[in-house]
């Protein structure tokens, strides 16, 4: 099982299988359908929009979402419609589905029996437009909203190569979550007739950073979100760079039985109680992360290298496990500064993310994001849901059900909350744990 989510999670070549058109029982205009600003489309009607039908018939991709959820995650009946994927104009090509190499690929799905409602997402960590499928698009389509999933623009452990100045390729994202969002509310018209009611932005980890961006600079384009443990970005932390470095350099004195390394990892941010996730993200996650992301903003720490050195000693020169964010150059604090968030929401907003996240520290990430959103005085748009036992990616709970709790659950339980928070009926409170009974299931 570590074997399969460490594949996974490091989001190495993927394999695509092309998509194809395939039979439905019922009256199909697809191909009259244009997305704006597409490059390419490709038009499909479907039996079945949701993971148990485009795992068949080769609309998604398996690899692309493995990892993300717990075997368990109740799928949902059949959701026949239209299926669209395409991409926009990009200069990278590190996506390779359908043949076309090139990145900002978009995955645009509406179900027959519609609601009148859309979700739009970005893809997390720097996986490709499926990869929301399963945690996600299951549940949504057969709620019967149309589903928008972006690449984001550029994708693969060497994302960082796109653009010309540090920064650029996270720019990138929150620009493209604006494209494919204007898009899809026109193509939805064309389709449906009317354009949506109601606009929602869903994501996980970078696609919740996404999430939160969107809500506070281009709160005009929708209605709602949820963040599902999105990653924090502020220009004076914290943020990745202030907790990662720590983790890496003290994990070997750690694994040795040093008390003091130990609470040095601790001081960094990550929580007691989920040290047995640690051998796992010290294999998998915290070295990769930190080296990848570290090169896009700040490429000049490690020169000519091509994000650093994998799993070098602390004291190796130029060596991550030894990065001191406050220490770097005010250039790149200012790289970071460009797309940090503040915590000024314009539309409610509801936040969850377990207490045992092991990548992005609840601690350093999420609780400071909701006090970002009291200091803007939002507080009213927010509700911050603490999952007692979550982690970063539910795969985890697979191997340790016992210690775990999957997030899957409560993101369903959370999307309907703020659909009803919409219909007039706020969730109770800003601060409080999901149990298991209110996540719908616990999987065990």
């Known amino acids: 099982m570590f074997a399969r989510i460490a594949l996974t999670a490091v989001c190495l070549a993927l394999t695509a299988v092309p998509a194809a058109a395939t039979g439905h029982s019922g009256r199909c205009a697809a191909d009259r359908l244009h997305v704006p600003g597409a490059q390419r489309q490709l038009a499909a009607c479907l039996d079945d929009l949701t993971t148990v039908g485009t795992a068949v018939t080769g609309h998604t991709v398996t690899a692309d979402w493995a990892g993300l959820t717990s075997a368990g995650l ?19 090509t590190g996506n390779t589905h359908h043949g076309w190499n090139s990145d900002a690929q978009f995955v645009l799905r509406m179900p027959e029996r519609w609601n009148g409602g859309l979700v739009v997402t970005g893809a997390p960590g720097v996986r490709r437009q499926y990869a929301n499928d399963r945690a996600i698009a299951d549940h949504v389509l057969a709620a019967g909203y149309a589903f928008a999933a972006t690449d984001k623009g550029n994708t693969g452990i060497g994302f960082h190569s796109d653009g010309r100045r540090p920064g650029d390729a996270v720019a990138e994202w929150n620009t493209r979550v604006t494209q494919l969002t204007i898009a899809a509310k026109s193509t939805v018209a064309q389709h449906y007739g009317r354009p949506p009611a109601r606009t929602l932005m869903a994501g996980l980890s970078n696609g919740g950073y996404l999430v939160r961006w969107q809500l506070e600079n281009r709160p005009g384009l929708y209605d709602g979100g949820v963040d599902w443990e999105g990653t924090l970005w502020t220009e004076e932390g914290p943020n990745m760079f202030t907790s990662l470095p720590a983790a890496i350099r003290h994990y070997p004195a750690y694994a040795a039985g040093d008390p003091a390394a130990h ?46 050195i994998p799993f070098c000693a602390s004291g190796t020169p130029d060596c991550d496990a030894d990065y001191d964010y406050a220490a770097r150059p005010k250039s790149v604090h200012r790289a970071v500064e460009r797309i940090s968030l503040t915590g000024r929401i314009h539309k409610p907003l509801i936040t969850l993310h377990g207490t045992l996240d092991a990548l992005l520290p609840i601690s350093r990430s999420s609780d400071v994001y909701a006090h970002l959103v009291t200091a803007q005085d939002r507080g009213a748009l927010h509700r911050y849901y603490r999952i007692d036992g979550g982690t970063h990616v539910d795969g985890l709970y697979d191997v340790y059900p016992d210690r775990l709790r999957p997030l899957g659950p409560c993101f369903r339980t959370a999307f309907d909350a703020l659909e009803g928070w919409l219909d007039g009926t706020p969730p109770t409170g800003t601060l409080m744990p999901i149990s298991a009974s209110t996540c719908g299931y616990s999987g065990k």
């Open 74 to 92: 109740p799928r949902p009946v059949a959701v026949p419609g239209v299926q669209l994927d395409g991409h926009f104009d990009d200069t990278s």
């Open 263 to 308: 609470q040095a990892i601790l001081d960094a941010g990550f929580a007691p109680g989920s040290e047995f996730l640690w051998p796992f993200h010290h294999q998998v996650y915290w070295d990769l992360t930190q080296r990848i992301y570290r090169e896009e903003f700040d490429p000049a720490f490690d020169g000519d290298r091509q994000a650093g």
